[in-house]
């Protein structure tokens, strides 16, 4: 074998295993998606975003200036969980109940792409486009949020969040 070959093949171990120790196998991570309960559809109460565990965390599917969240970033999992402006969702308290159940080393990670009012058609990969093109005028703001693709934007972020941990499990609702 020449050197060349050893130092690629090399080097192609010691990438596809950084790659893979990187991967916090304690962070379990969870998508969520759905309607309008999934997206928030339950008025965010003071108690809602005073006592969530830092272990708790959200990745942002859109960008929330308001918020200071950018898309594609982790952050405590302070609601509002979906987009900018939605409520709180069954994902706020299932992440704070596995949080205050399982050992301190855990954390939880949601992601969190919902449409209010949608049906299963807009989480399709092959008929989300023909769904959103014919989709109620007040429904399409909220697709647009996600590039006029939920499902894309789903399957985006969940390649990004197997970077940081292990994905457990998927929640619709």
Excluded at 20 to 44: R, V
Excluded at 134 to 139: I, V
Excluded at 154 to 169: D, H, R
Aim: with cysteine; net charge positive; glycine share 8%.
């Amino acid at each position: 074998m020449n050197l060349k070959r050893v130092f690629f093949i090399l080097a192609c171990v010691f990438l596809l295993s950084h790659n893979a120790f990187s991967q916090d196998k304690n962070f379990y991570i969870f998508l969520c998606f759905g309607q309008s309960n999934m997206e928030g559809n339950a008025k965010i109460q003071p108690q809602d975003t005073t006592t969530v565990d830092k272990r708790f965390k959200v990745l942002a599917a859109v960008d929330c200036p308001d918020l200071g969240r950018v898309k594609g970033n982790w952050y405590t999992a302070v609601p509002p969980l979906c987009r900018c402006n939605t409520g709180l969702t069954p994902a706020d308290y299932f992440g704070r109940t596995l949080i205050a159940n399982l050992p301190d080393k855990i954390k939880i990670g949601i992601i969190n792409v919902s449409v209010g009012g949608c049906k299963i058609e807009l989480f399709e990969q092959d008929s989300y486009q023909t769904y959103a093109a014919t989709a109620p005028s007040w429904m399409v703001g909220m697709i647009k949020e996600y590039g006029g693709n939920p499902y894309g934007r789903l399957v985006e972020m969940a390649k990004l969040a197997k970077k940081y941990g292990v994905i457990k499990g998927v929640l619709l609702h």
